[in-house]
């Protein structure tokens, strides 16, 4: 039975303890101009990196781990633009799973491409008229399968917090920490981590401008839902936070920031160009709104999650070439 509790720091504790030996220990770089530039010292924690190419990973291993041996025979449903279904195809593959992943048509070729590979059966649906969550909860009615939302779940949350954990371990104790927002999974996660490993850090979420419903629901008290978000930052073109994910981010979450189509754009140029690593423009988010405050942030030290590299090369190339 899913839980319906908000998870804890020793659930991610618990999770990094399942993941560890399948996740990737990501790195994390530092750049001697940005941190010139903005007087602060910057470190990035590289999800880029992590297998399947984003972050996501960790949440699915460990919402998959974690399922009983009789839930696990009868498979999972899932439903992503891109990142978390690659991250439930490869998860489920390593634990011989069936995974059934509804993914937007529009959803990167590489992305689709990757989910297929890694041995995921994709259902299509189109992201502006249809609603994925209604579709997969048919699916799993119809085969008895389980749901693994993107994030809204307790084990999915505690899984993303490891990225955060890892940082922390890694660097030591940050004052503030800027992370991608799109429906607050890996940001609740990484505000329970900071809250428990460096209390004295600022969360800061970033989403893109033109889908902000969390930045609304963060000032509101409640959580607002919009139209699907026309922008680049395919993995945050969430139209509402979660139950949970909302929950915790009301209250250990500092501010709730945006960022521009372009300034994505500037991000992935500097990424590639200066740091030789793709990201994908979710993946740019912390970085571009760190990147707006300058010398507002001088003298600190800050961590800022790339969340992932998920990116086709046509469109990179399309977007890298755009002035």
């Known amino acids: 039975m899913r839980r319906t509790s908000l998870p804890t720091h020793a659930d991610i504790e618990a999770a990094a303890r399942r993941i560890d030996g399948y996740a990737h220990r990501t790195p994390v770089m530092t750049s001697r101009s940005v941190d010139e530039?903005?007087?602060?010292?910057?470190?990035?924690?590289?999800?880029?990196l992590q297998r399947a190419g984003a972050f996501k990973f960790r949440g699915a291993f460990n919402a998959l781990s974690n399922l009983?041996?009789?839930v696990r025979a009868k498979g999972v449903v899932a439903f992503s633009s891109g990142n978390h279904?690659?991250?439930?195809?490869?998860a489920a593959s390593l634990l011989g799973i069936d995974a059934t992943i509804v993914m937007p048509s529009d959803a990167p070729k590489s992305k689709m491409a990757a989910t297929r590979a890694y041995g995921g059966r994709v259902v299509v649906y189109d992201r502006y008229l249809d609603d994925r969550e209604d579709i997969a909860r048919r699916l799993s009615e119809e085969r008895g399968s389980s749901i693994i939302p993107p994030y809204d779940h307790p084990d999915v949350i505690a899984g993303q917090g490891t990225a955060a954990a890892e940082l922390i371990e890694q660097v030591g104790p940050l004052d503030g920490l800027f992370v991608p927002l799109g429906g607050g999974g890996l940001l609740s996660g990484s505000a329970l981590a900071a809250k428990a490993l460096s209390p004295g850090c600022r969360v800061i979420g970033v989403e893109p401008e033109a889908g902000n419903?969390?930045?609304?629901?963060?000032?509101q008290g409640s959580i607002v839902r919009i139209d699907v978000p026309k922008t680049i930052a395919d993995g945050a073109q969430t139209q509402a936070l979660g139950r949970h994910t909302f929950d915790i981010i009301r209250r250990d979450v500092s501010e709730i920031l945006t960022a521009s189509d372009a300034e994505l754009v500037d991000c992935m140029r500097f990424f590639f160009t200066r740091?030789?690593?793709?990201?994908e423009p979710?993946?740019?988010?912390?970085?571009?709104?760190?990147r707006a405050q300058g010398r507002q942030l001088a003298g600190r030290r800050i961590g800022v999650i790339v969340s992932g590299g998920n990116i086709d090369d046509e469109r990179m190339i399309d977007l890298l070439g755009a002035r």
């Open 37 to 48: 530039n903005l007087g602060a010292r910057v470190f990035f924690k590289c999800e880029n």
């Open 68 to 70: 009983e041996p009789e």
């Open 85 to 90: 279904a690659q991250a439930v195809a490869l």
């Open 213 to 219: 419903d969390g930045q609304q629901s963060f000032r």
């Open 275 to 279: 740091m030789k690593i793709v990201v």
């Open 282 to 290: 979710t993946g740019c988010l912390g970085f571009a709104a760190a």
